[in-house]
């Protein structure tokens, strides 16, 4: 079992819709918890930090985090074309030597207009 | 929110050159800073971590002497790579991070080697 699964889509949905991207996890040293945008040939984008369980808002974006069932989660609400990217969740463990971030293999996201 | 600028944003050189890329935080001091390569399609791949005013640490199956990182100071990093090939074409990332800091990514180097 790979530490982070992340099913890689392609998802599309129209414009306006809410769209939900989930990743699992099975290390339970993880503490820290990473949203990342990436637009074709760019470098990923840092959306959403977080490092408890619970929901994080930030605009249109809601992190959650259930560390019990080693699930999170990324909403996006009245989604846009402009949203249209690859999405990765991250995360990594806590304590001395532990900086590494474990990727998710990217959900590719198309919001059609 | 924080910024790490990468450049060039794209080379195109010959077999056989050097070609170095430039990694640097613009407002937060990186105590950390990373290198990844991403191949098209694919999740990033991390090379090597290296913390300011120490040697790099590089990944299994990465070579230090094709992949020279220096960390000279808390806002920059400078990846070499020496002696190009054709296999060594690919897109390369840096990150940084800080105290209070995730991490932050830059825009990435497309690097061509002809």
């Known amino acids: 079992q790979k530490e982070v699964e992340q099913d890689p889509g392609p998802l599309s949905v129209p414009e306006g819709a809410i769209v939900s991207l989930n990743c699992t996890y099975s290390?339970?040293?993880?503490?820290?918890f990473m949203w990342y945008r990436q637009y074709s040939r760019k470098g990923p984008e840092l959306l959403m930090y977080t490092y408890s369980s619970g929901n994080k808002e930030d605009g249109r974006f809601t992190a959650q985090v259930d560390k019990s069932s080693k699930y999170i989660s990324l909403f996006i609400r009245d989604s846009q074309p402009s949203d249209s990217a690859t999405y990765l969740c991250a995360m990594r463990a806590i304590g001395a030597g532990s900086y590494q971030l474990t990727f998710g293999k990217g959900t590719k996201l198309s919001v059609i207009p | 929110g924080a910024v790490v600028s990468q450049h060039p944003s794209w080379v195109i050189c010959k077999s056989g050159t050097s070609v170095k890329i430039e990694c640097r935080s613009l407002?937060?001091?990186?105590?950390?800073m990373f290198w990844y390569r991403q191949f098209p399609k694919q999740s990033l791949m991390l090379m090597a971590t290296s913390n300011e005013g120490s040697k790099a640490t590089y990944e299994q199956g990465v070579e230090k002497d094709k992949f020279l990182i220096n960390h000279a100071s808390l806002t920059l990093s400078t990846l070499t790579v020496t002696s190009a090939h054709p296999e060594d074409s690919s897109f390369y990332i840096c990150?940084?991070?800080?105290?209070?800091?995730?991490?932050?990514f830059g825009d990435g180097t497309r690097l061509s080697i002809l």
């Open positions: 290390n339970s040293a993880f503490q820290y």
């Open positions: 407002d937060f001091q990186a105590t950390t």
């Open positions: 990150s940084a991070e800080g105290t209070n800091q995730p991490q932050h």
